[in-house]
């Protein structure tokens, strides 16, 4: 029996919104060839000693080969912008592709690959190859950011709404990373595959610079900054590799600020509301910062007390400014409120117009805790 026919028989889920049993899940996470990904264990140590030469795409593909990565050309990424000049549709597998031959033209400098894929300033371009090519990674670092790359949206697999499967991806890549990567590396994958998307939404305010951070501190000098830089890597090669290519001067600006660590610099509760209440910024200025630092002491102390520690551990997903600051205040402390009478009981609390009146509350695959709510 192939190592994946018992896979194929849950792919029927793909066409539904039935969440899958225990079983099932198993089944996804156990669903790839262990004495394959030993040999491509082997032939990743080959080319760290110098004995082979490859490129993120080919390793991407021979990942691909053994794993339910096959399965992601089945899934397509809906809506007119993913629609290719040849009218087809892309798929979740052709982005996976493309991302990996994003880093391959990331790393030769190839500037009119991504002009044909951006919209912003070919200025900020240049400054992202320059970039690039100063960190000096070494083979053994760009194994591992190929890998996260290549399993970047493996939590696709478990067909869970609200854009949750990056927790989900962190269970289900459990067994592969273990038969591909020693521990120390393992920590540095799993941490690109959870963050690659959460990194983006430190700008609007709803990842707190406090999530990513916190994980940071399991990883050593070196695997800190390579996970910076990690998480840039993706962002911008993975918005070179939906639909003909979607590189913003925003994409280019969170790449440059992961590779130097500066989009994870202001750790402070004011200007992680700054950003909530006044909309996205790169920056948060002082006089910003100070003006949330006084609406926070002006707020009964138990109010204060309840958004504060909201602030420093709750990720938010769906959240919009409303139309004046008092307002937004308002809105974030009912949300806080919520968060509160739950004790504290979740890490991510998601913002669904689609979702019925009563709060939901999840267990994602990796033991993450979540409520998802109507907009108020």
């Known amino acids: 029996m192939s190592f994946l026919e018992p896979f194929v028989s849950l792919l029927h ?74 009218g087809l549709q892309q798929s979740y597998g052709d982005h ?36 690039y090519s100063k960190l000096n990674l070494s083979r053994s670092d760009q194994s591992l950011i190929w890998l996260a790359a290549s399993l970047h949206d493996y939590g ?24 591909l990567c020693d521990p120390a590396e393992q920590a540095i994958v799993a941490f ?18 406090q999530f990513i951070s916190q994980q940071m501190l399991a990883l050593d000098g070196h695997s800190t900054g390579l996970a910076k830089s990690m998480l840039g890597i993706i962002q911008l090669a993975g918005a070179a590799s939906l639909g003909e290519g979607r590189v913003t001067e925003r994409k280019t600006e969170i790449f440059c600020d992961c590779l130097d660590g500066s989009i994870l610099s202001d750790t402070s509760l004011e ?17 910003e ?10 707020l009964p102390r138990r109010e204060s007390t309840v958004l504060k520690q909201f602030l420093a551990s709750v990720v938010l997903r769906g959240w919009s400014p409303a139309l004046t600051i008092q307002d937004s205040v308002e809105k974030l402390l009912r949300l806080a409120q919520v968060w509160d009478h739950e004790q504290g ?15 939901a509350r999840l267990n994602l695959l990796n033991g993450t805790r979540v409520i998802v709510m109507q907009p108020e």
Not at 59 to 73: D, G, I, N, Q, S
Not at 117 to 128: E, H, Y
Request: with cysteine; net charge positive.
């Open 345 to 359: 009981g979740c890490e991510f609390l998601v913002i669904d117009k689609t979702h019925g009146k009563d709060i």
């Open 13 to 86: 889920h793909s066409e539904s919104n039935d969440q899958y049993c225990a079983d099932e899940i198993m089944i996804i996470k156990d669903a790839f060839e262990l004495r394959r990904a030993r040999d491509l264990r082997s032939l990743v140590n080959k080319y760290i000693s110098g004995l082979e030469t490859w490129t993120a795409l080919d390793f991407f593909l021979a990942l691909e080969r053994f794993t339910p990565l096959m399965f992601f050309h089945l899934l397509p990424r809906k809506g007119s912008r993913n629609r290719l000049r040849n």
């Open 96 to 131: 996976n592709r493309l991302l990996a031959l994003a880093i391959d033209r990331l790393a030769s400098g190839d500037l009119a690959w991504f002009e044909q894929r951006s919209t912003g300033p070919v200025a900020n371009l240049r400054q992202c190859l320059q970039l």
């Open 192 to 209: 690109g595959i959870r963050n690659h998307d959460l990194i983006e939404y430190v700008l609007n305010g709803e990842t707190p610079v």
């Open 289 to 298: 910062r100070d003006s949330a630092g006084e609406l926070i002491s002006s």
């Open 271 to 287: 200007g992680r509301l700054t950003r909530l209440i006044r909309g996205e910024r790169r920056r948060v200025t002082t006089t």
């Open 156 to 179: 696709k697999l478990a067909n869970r709404e609200y854009g949750l499967d990056a927790e989900d991806g962190l269970f289900l890549v459990g067994r592969l990373l273990e038969a």
